[in-house]
């Protein structure tokens, strides 16, 4: 291919792209308004399945909505990380209706970027206590529904005795903890909640210096709270900052290990659902939303959806008796604000990628 | 019938033909080839003879001129009717036989994939027909790796055969076989032509070839005619050097003088006179005067008169001794002795007058060829000089 | 050689109409199989979000932000480290290996082919899972066998050393090939006119086979490069980034950045365009390219120490292919990975749970095999016919069609799953009513774009052996283009058609880097199926499965070859037409 030829080739490429972008909206889009949509018990179901990117509960909570409400549902049961990479790379195509997710930052993010439906008429946030009625936004763009604890501090039995055991966040700097167990915030969806609390609590300077004595001392991460949970149990790691329910899960299969919920409290993370701004089944997802908030639903999905079921419900009167024996009723939950956790979200989890090849 | 039914005539007009690079291969070929006989087409190889029978084939665009099959234009510049459908018979030079295929389908193919396909029966009849006629009794089963030469040779004309052409095309078909079966098969196809009577283009680099089958020969140098004659008149009165070289006159001398008498020309070289045909200017452009001389005319006689010259090389070859002279510094001349000779011994050549051919010397130049073809010359020679020392 | 495919149209006229169709129908296909997703993920490197995002900015200034981002500068130089170390390591293992399979002769010395083909057919991250969980802190070698190794391993050099031995079977098929043509009466030549044995070495046998050795390290490089499968096996043990890991995250997890997938998908494609145009160099004009060669194996003379190379040949194939297949097997008949091999320890659970009715691991076999199979079909059909348009036909865009099959062959499956994620997402797409995004469909083309290089050039390897004058003779025997096609061309070149649709099944049930960028998420595949569960540290269950793969694709591959081999070599009786 001659100079010339190649020049042109590759101008007609470009204005190729150029053109097959051109019909996208080139600049900030106004929130989706739902004001003047009819409720969930008004509205007419669309047709075809209602398409539902979910962190927590998977077939558990579509089959009983189906069976429930008569809709069909179509999950893509994903990782929280996976499910914000998906729908950002979709924001021009998206291929969902509702997200359930943990992170309500993030949720927040999309709130802010419009990509999520609004001021639609919900007819059951009245069965939000008080703490969840306290979190949602205004415009309802995001619904909280429950809340627990993205980290505990867990040991392992056969390597640090119960009377040594770290008590508190700040215990772990210790080098004699090291190396720590951390599930990777940019892909697990709980462990960015953690990270954040720290850089809400502590301010910026002082959170990165408290994670990087961490990762002086040897900090391992692992890309899910799983593997955290098998390093620890395997000794790999004697100390690890775990999700809940990884922890009462390894209790109950017998593995040496035990926690400590520490006395400042955990950092929590808040599941949430939303419904996209371009869904074209806004009455489908609506009623999903609704039928989420009745006590009956969170009963269901915390007695038959295992470790996904392990929370605090903000949903009044849910029967929370399959709670297991292990985790404690008065645990505190610290929460990060939602707006600092979504303007701050791409920069902490850049940090922290950049953070582990800085420690090595 | 084994041939076609009815015999038609083919027309070359102005064809010619160019390469991607805008170079002519082939130019201005003008031709008849009348019903029911054979067109030899000789040159080297690269002289643009391939591509001839590709363009009456279909299976190359012209760049100029057409090709008419009885009257119906086949091949023009804008439009070319595709091989499929221009009902001709190729025999190729590796025989192209289908490897995965038995002789039996090979021979029926067109009968049973092609646009003349034919009842189940009526294939096999004629494939039988032709099994018999090119006596392939018994290897009907047979893939063509376990077929002989002569054996492949008469299974591509079978097949050639097969959808009764009204024309049919040879690639030198003999140049794969070993000497003594390319003769035999020359017989054979000569036969074979005149029983069948189909039009038919012969394309050959051996001059035997050309003479034994053909009605008429076409001499391709540089992509251009330079001779389209009787075989007869090829040998007897060659265009230029280079036809006669092709012709079989493959010794080349520059003589002292020349002199002309009509169709007789008189050369002295190293001081002796003899005689020869006077065929004008070398239509190959060549400016000086020549003479060429066939091995079998000349003869080692060390009587008066003689040509004087010095044995360079005697190898024996069975029938007789290929013996190379040197005739002091007008070149070197080949020549059939029933005896060996010592290089070194000095000996007498005696020439007969219808075994030397003569170019020049005349009044009147006449260039025939382009200087594109001029250019040519001198390889066209030396790769003959070489076919000449292989055969 | 121009008569394959005019056609007569409305009395008979018109030529090369169908050959340029045809011409043009294929280039159509390349460019939007690889032409297009390409151009798109380098696009986003100096336009990031453009089309994807409702906000998108021109930033040609990003190409040269590397300089900048640790992580980029790390996936690069990780990348870089990683592929030219394993060039050495397993460019010096296979070859050496290489001539010793063809030196002498021992028992077992074809165990040495055995395992080179079943580890180039294995999928890559079933061996790197293997192999983590082997040497992990917690993993087999200190439970089993009690010693840790994983300080050793979790290192540049162990990786290095890891991947040429799941990788070296590149340079050991170069080599081989070569030798197979290493006709011995050049080294006889050689000695009969005076040359002493390190003299016939030095001049004749090292000049032959200096080009096989470097295409083979090549290969190495380029295929280290461009994989995916053993980054995503190692993430979750050890953080080293490399491009297509960092490529995959940038895109598929939190935060998004489609400037870092296009910017390190530009350098990636860059670094193996190189080596591609060198590898091309290398075997330009020889038989050196393995992938197209077929020879018949000399036979060496017997060993002088037979059981020495037998032995080291046990050890070798114990090394490379059984520390990590044993070590999935083991982890998939264990409750925990940390366990070891007690008997308390022992269960089937994990098979159990893989073929009981309606498990995802099943749906996503079904699926795998079933895309697999269309995307084989696809990429034989397309390679044949881009093989015919560039061997026999004279279509003007056909430098065209060589170019972007030489492009192709150094573009990354992730790479190209990536460009599919940015093609297939524009809008104006789905506007027009091709909106495959989230369809399995999407699977097929981008396993077919990963496969195409690879059948094409097994394909024009057979075709150009096939001389024009038989597809002529069926001209002028009176058949049409298609019926040339099929009765003469497509029988001559069945046994590459046949070994091309294997390699393309046995390599696309494992397509790591396609399905996890575009697999739709409510459609289970078995990749993404056994990496889910892998990440969710459930190593029985992910292992299970792997190895159910790994002996899915060795069987598949086994069987096409046999079946290969009998086309190939069967006795003329065989088959009537």
């Known amino acids: 291919m001659s100079h010339s030829e190649r020049t042109v080739a590759a101008t007609a490429a470009g204005l190729l792209a150029l053109g097959l972008s051109a019909c996208a909206p080139g600049g900030q889009a106004a929130p989706a308004n739902g004001a003047d949509m009819l409720p969930s018990s008004e509205c007419t ?275 929370t008796s399959s709670l297991p024996e292990a985790r404690p009723e008065d645990g505190e939950l610290l929460l990060t604000e939602a707006s600092f956790a979504a303007e701050n979200e791409a920069d902490i989890k850049n940090w922290f990628a950049e953070q582990s090849l800085r420690s090595r | 019938m084994i041939g076609s039914q009815d015999s038609v005539p083919l027309r070359l007009r102005g064809l010619g033909m160019r390469y991607g690079n805008g170079a002519w291969v082939l130019r201005g070929v003008d031709t008849t080839v009348p019903a029911g006989t054979t067109l030899a087409v000789l040159g080297p190889s690269g002289c643009g003879k391939s591509t001839l029978l590709r363009l009456v084939a279909g299976l190359e665009t012209p760049g100029e001129g057409e090709v008419l099959l009885g009257d119906r234009p086949l091949s023009t510049p804008g439009s070319v009717v595709p091989p499929e459908h221009r009902g001709m018979g190729m025999v190729f030079q590796d025989y192209a036989l289908w490897p995965h295929l038995r002789v039996r389908d090979i021979i029926g193919y067109g009968l049973r994939h092609g646009v003349h396909r034919t009842t189940a029966g009526e294939r096999a009849s004629r494939v039988a027909e032709l099994v018999e006629f090119l006596r392939l009794g018994g290897l009907e089963e047979r893939r063509p790796v376990e077929l002989s030469g002569g054996q492949r040779q008469r299974v591509a004309i079978a097949r050639a055969l097969a959808t009764r052409p009204r024309l049919l095309l040879f690639d030198e078909p003999l140049s794969n076989l070993d000497s003594r079966l390319r003769a035999e098969m020359r017989e054979e196809l000569a036969l074979l032509l005149r ?52 012709a079989g006159f493959s010794s080349r001398l520059v003589p002292e003088g020349v002199t002309v008498e009509g169709e007789r020309a008189t050369v002295t070289v190293a001081g002796v006179s003899f005689e020869g045909r006077h065929c004008g200017e070398d239509a190959g452009g060549a400016t000086g005067p020549e003479v060429y001389l066939h091995p079998d005319a000349v003869r080692i006689d060390d009587g008066a008169g003689a040509v004087p010259a010095v044995v360079a090389s005697s190898v024996f070859e069975g029938r007789h001794h290929r013996v190379r002279v040197r005739v002091g510094s007008a070149g070197t001349v080949l020549l059939h002795s029933s005896v060996p000779h010592r290089p070194g011994d000095r000996v007498g050549l005696r020439v007969e007058a219808d075994g030397a051919v003569v170019f020049g010397g005349a009044t009147d130049a006449r260039p025939l060829g382009s200087a594109h073809a001029a250019q040519d010359d001198d390889r066209g020679t030396e790769e003959q000089h070489r076919d000449a020392v292989h055969r | 050689m121009t008569s394959l495919l005019e056609r007569t149209r409305g009395g008979g006229r018109r030529r090369g109409a169908p050959e340029n169709a045809l011409g043009w129908a294929v280039l159509a296909l390349l460019a939007v199989l690889v032409g297009l997703p390409l151009l798109f993920v380098v696009v986003q490197g100096v336009a990031p979000g453009l089309g994807l995002e409702r906000d998108w900015s021109v930033r040609p200034d990003l190409l040269g932000e590397i300089v900048r981002r640790p992580l980029w ?46 580890l180039l057919v294995s999928p890559s991250f079933v061996l790197a899972q293997g192999w983590v969980l082997f040497a992990s802190p917690s993993g087999v070698a200190v439970n089993t066998l009690g010693v840790d190794p994983s300080p050793l391993v979790f290192s540049p050099a162990g990786l290095v050393v890891i991947t040429g031995l799941v990788k070296y079977p590149f340079a050991y098929l170069a080599v081989s090939a070569a030798l197979h043509w290493d006709d011995r009466s050049y080294r006889q030549a050689a000695a009969l006119s005076g040359a002493r044995p390190w003299t016939v070495l030095r001049t004749v046998r090292v000049p032959l086979l200096t080009p096989a050795v470097a295409a083979g390290a090549i290969l190495v490089f380029v295929d280290v490069l461009g ?19 960092s490529i995959y995250a940038s895109v598929r997890q939190s935060p998004v950045s489609f400037e870092l997938g296009g910017v390190l998908s530009f350098y990636l494609v860059v670094v193996i365009s190189a080596a591609v145009l060198l590898y091309l160099r290398a075997v330009r004009g020889s038989r050196y390219d393995f992938l197209t ?65 309606g498990s995802r691991m099943l749906e996503g076999l079904a699926n795998s095999l079933s895309i697999a199979l269309a995307a084989a079909a696809a990429t034989t059909l397309l390679a044949f016919l881009t093989g015919v348009v560039l061997t026999f036909t004279r279509f003007r865009g056909r430098f065209l069609i060589d170019v972007a099959g030489t492009v192709s062959l150094a573009v990354p499956g992730i790479v190209l799953a990536v460009g599919y994620i940015f093609l297939w997402n524009q809008p104006v797409l789905a506007d027009l009513g091709l909106g495959l995004y989230g369809h399995p469909a999407l699977l097929v083309l981008a396993g077919t774009a ?80 056994i990496l889910a569960e892998y990440d969710r540290g459930g190593y029985g269950y992910a292992t299970a499965g792997a190895v159910v793969s790994a002996a899915l694709v060795l069987l598949l591959t086994a069987a096409s070859s046999a079946i290969g081999r009998r086309l190939l070599g069967g006795p003329p009786s065989g088959r009537r037409t």
């Not at chain 1, 772990?172 to 990777?184: E, K, N, S």
């Not at chain 1, 074209?280 to 959806?305: I, K, S, Y």
């Not at chain 2, 020969?217 to 070289?245: C, I, K, M, Y």
């Open chain 1, 45 to 319: 179901v669309e047709d075809g399945p209602l398409r539902v990117y979910l962190n927590p509960w998977g077939p558990t909570l579509s089959d009983r909505f189906t069976e429930d409400t008569g809709i069909p549902a179509e999950i893509a049961d994903l990782g929280g990380g996976e499910i914000l990479a998906r729908i950002a790379a979709e924001a021009n195509n998206p291929q969902w209706d509702v997200v359930v997710l943990d992170g309500h930052g993030s949720l927040e993010a999309l709130r802010e970027q419009g990509a999520l439906l609004s001021d639609h008429p919900l007819e059951n946030t009245g069965n939000l206590d008080e703490e969840g009625t306290a979190l949602m936004p205004q415009d309802r763009a995001w619904v909280p529904i429950s809340r627990h604890a993205a980290a505990v501090i867990a040991y392992n039995t056969d390597a640090v005795a119960p009377d040594e055991a770290p008590r508190s966040w700040s215990d772990l700097t210790d080098p004699a903890f090291a190396p720590v167990g951390i599930a990777d915030p940019a892909v697990a969806a709980p462990a960015y909640p953690i990270v954040s609390w720290f850089f809400q609590d502590l301010g910026r300077a002082e959170a990165e210096e408290y994670f990087g004595t961490l990762a002086g001392n040897g900090l391992n991460t692992y890309e899910k709270n799983g593997p955290v949970g098998q390093a620890l149990a395997s000794g790999e790691v004697p100390v690890a900052a775990l999700q809940e329910q990884n922890v009462y899960g390894l209790i109950e299969s017998g593995e040496p290990v035990d926690f400590v919920w520490p006395q400042e409290g955990a950092p929590g993370v808040v599941r949430a659902v939303a419904i996209s701004a371009d869904t074209p089944r806004p009455c489908a997802a609506q009623t999903l939303v609704d039928w989420l908030l009745t006590p009956e639903t969170m009963g269901h999905l915390m007695a038959e959806g295992g470790d996904d079921g392990i929370i605090s419900p903000f949903v009044s009167g849910t029967d």
């Open chain 2, 195 to 246: 029983r069948l009577g189909t039009t038919a283009v012969y394309v050959t680099h051996d001059v035997s070839e050309a003479l034994a089958l053909a009605d008429r020969v076409l001499v391709l140098h540089g992509g251009r005619t330079v001779q389209d004659a009787p075989p007869e008149e090829v040998f007897a009165s060659p265009v230029g050097g280079w036809v006669a070289n092709l």
């Open chain 3, 73 to 118: 500068q790390a996936s690069l130089a990780n990348s870089l480290t990683l592929a030219s170390g394993a060039m050495l390591f397993g460019g010096v293992l296979g070859t050496a290996l290489a001539f010793l399979r063809h030196t002498v002769a021992f028992p077992g010395a074809r165990l040495l082919d055995g395992v080179a083909w079943a």
């Open chain 3, 227 to 245: 994989d995916f499968g053993l980054p995503a096996a190692l993430s979750a043990a050890y953080p080293y980034p490399t491009l297509p890991y």
């Open chain 3, 293 to 357: 060669g077929s020879a018949a194996p000399a036979s060496p003379p017997p060993a002088r120490i037979p059981v020495l190379w037998s032995g080291l040949t046990a050890l070798l194939a114990a090394l490379t292919f059984g520390v990590p297949l044993g070590t999935s097997l083991q982890v998939s008949f264990s409750r925990t990975l940390h366990g070891g091999l007690t008997p308390e320890n022992m269960t089937l659970e994990h098979y159990a749970e893989i073929f009981a009715g």
């Open chain 3, 450 to 529: 990963g496969a195409l290089p690879i059948a094409v050039r097994l394909q024009l390897g057979a075709l150009a052996q096939v001389p024009p004058g038989l597809l002529n003779a069926a001209a002028l025997s009176g058949a049409r283009p298609a019926t040339r096609l099929r009765t003469v061309l497509v029988p001559l070149v069945a046994p590459a058609l046949v070994s091309s649709f294997a390699a393309v099944l046995a390599s696309g049930i494992f397509d790591l880097a396609a399905t996890t960028m575009l697999a739709p998420p409510s459609f289970a595949t078995l990749p993404v199926e």
